[in-house]
């Protein structure tokens, strides 16, 4: 079949798109000073770039022409703004000096100052998007669509949601920053902290959905992590100051290096404990202890968040060659340091995990059995599951086989459902 040339360069402008979208937003809100607008002008760009650049070939830089488009559109709503107001003679000169200046920095290329810039706007945008006045998700379909330039139907497609309703929840998003007089600004030290844990919030649950799809076919999703992955390195890159988001890179990072273990050859799961440590990735697996190395360095030890003790958990696991040589009591220990900075039954289950496997079954058992009067926990399929496995070592399998059994009715993945059915049958 003979090579379309207007194909290939149609590709071509959406993977410069998924790249530099956010870039384009970032500095396109920092003049218009509205996300919903700013991305509307960005998409403007795009278009303009579908038209031409088919004609024209591919431009030198394509994300500098991206830039300089999508700002020229934003000055000209400016003018049209300014005109509307009866403020044209007030403003316009500051227009033309702002577009002297702006415009010829992204056709010519980009020097120091302006690269420190598109730093300080990505950051502002990240900060304004996974704004605590919205929904957990929202923020996460707003993340997706101005950080990770993803289109709805591939936010949709992601999540098992139908694109209507992705559409809407991000327009809502929008409208309810802009109705909130959300500034688009990076905000002050007060209000930091809870906003960056906003921030890691939302890029770990995409990661999270990537890595254990809550439904669908497929066990895991990868290319949501590879997008929670790349935001990550971008905010530790933003924060270098900030130890949870070098704490949470790590995680992702090493938890990342099993994907392609966490599958057989047909697709089904393969857990932990049996997969084929050779398949962990360990260029991967080297980034993350250097990051959980970053993350220790910009704190005290004893002042580690939840993100880098999960990571620290993580490296655990990624140190042992083998199952049978994974340090079981460093792991209980860092749960319990984990239970205390971030108390969750879903924590408790998973220190009870690593309690059975340093001290034996019976020890886990006494604390998931607490647990199982958890409301929180009552639709979690993995209590069950849990459950299920200790009794199997206790010699309880017509137990394990109802606990299993329960599990399956719980889950909406179908993989994960196979394989709790498969362990049922095997305690028969």
């Not at 945008?125 to 929904?135: E, K, N, Q």
């Not at 790349?230 to 890159?237: D, E, F, K, Q, T």
């Not at 100051?241 to 273990?261: F, K, N, P, W």
Request: charged letters at 25%; one cysteine or more.
């Amino acid at each position: 079949m003979p090579h379309d040339p207007r194909q290939a360069t149609h590709e071509a402008v959406q993977a410069v798109w998924r790249i530099e979208a956010a870039k384009i937003i970032a500095g396109v809100a920092r003049l218009v000073r509205d996300v919903g607008l700013a991305e509307e002008l960005a998409q403007d760009a795009l278009v303009a770039a579908l038209e031409h650049w088919p004609k024209d070939g591919l431009p030198d830089n394509p994300g500098a022409w991206l830039m300089a488009t999508a700002k020229h559109r934003a000055l000209d709503k400016l003018r049209a703004d300014a005109l509307h107001q009866r403020k044209h003679e007030e403003l316009g000169a500051d227009l033309d000096a702002l577009q002297a200046h702006v415009v010829p920095d992204f056709v010519d290329g980009l020097d120091a100052k302006r690269a420190d810039d598109i730093g300080d706007d990505l950051l502002r945008l990240i900060f304004t998007a996974c704004h605590p006045v919205l929904s957990t998700e929202a923020r996460v379909a707003l993340t997706l669509r101005l950080l990770g330039g993803l289109s709805t139907d591939e936010i949709a497609r992601a999540f098992l949601a139908s694109e209507p309703t992705i559409a809407q929840r991000i327009v809502r998003a929008k409208r309810t920053l802009s109705a909130a007089r959300v500034p688009f600004e990076v905000p002050q030290a007060a209000e930091r902290a809870e906003r960056l844990d906003s921030v890691l919030e939302v890029i770990y649950l995409v990661f999270n959905e990537g890595y254990s799809a809550t439904a669908g076919d497929d066990w895991m999703r990868p290319a949501l992590c590879d997008e929670a992955l790349r935001l990550g390195r971008v905010l530790a890159g933003l924060v270098p100051a900030e130890g949870e988001a070098h704490g949470l890179v790590a995680l992702m990072e090493i938890q990342a290096s099993r994907l392609h273990a966490r599958t057989d050859a047909e697709g089904r799961p393969v857990l932990l404990l049996d997969q084929d440590r050779s398949r962990w990735d360990p260029l991967l697996i080297r980034r993350g202890l250097a990051a959980l190395e970053r993350s220790a360095a910009a704190g005290a030890a004893s002042a580690r968040g939840p993100y880098a003790l999960q990571a620290a958990i993580a490296a655990c696991h990624a140190r042992a060659h083998r199952a049978d040589e994974t340090d079981w009591p460093q792991i209980v220990a860092l749960y319990d340091a984990l239970v205390q900075v971030h108390p969750s039954p879903v924590v408790e289950l998973n220190r009870a995990v690593a309690v059975g496997m340093a001290f034996g079954p019976a020890a886990a058992l006494e604390i998931v059995d607490q647990l199982r009067a958890d409301a929180s926990l009552a639709r979690y399929p993995w209590l069950p599951s849990v459950r299920g496995d200790l009794l199997v070592k206790l010699g309880r399998p017509a137990e394990a086989r109802a606990e299993f059994e329960a599990a399956a009715g719980l889950t909406r993945n179908k993989r994960e459902q196979q394989l709790l059915l498969e362990r049922a049958r095997d305690c028969r």
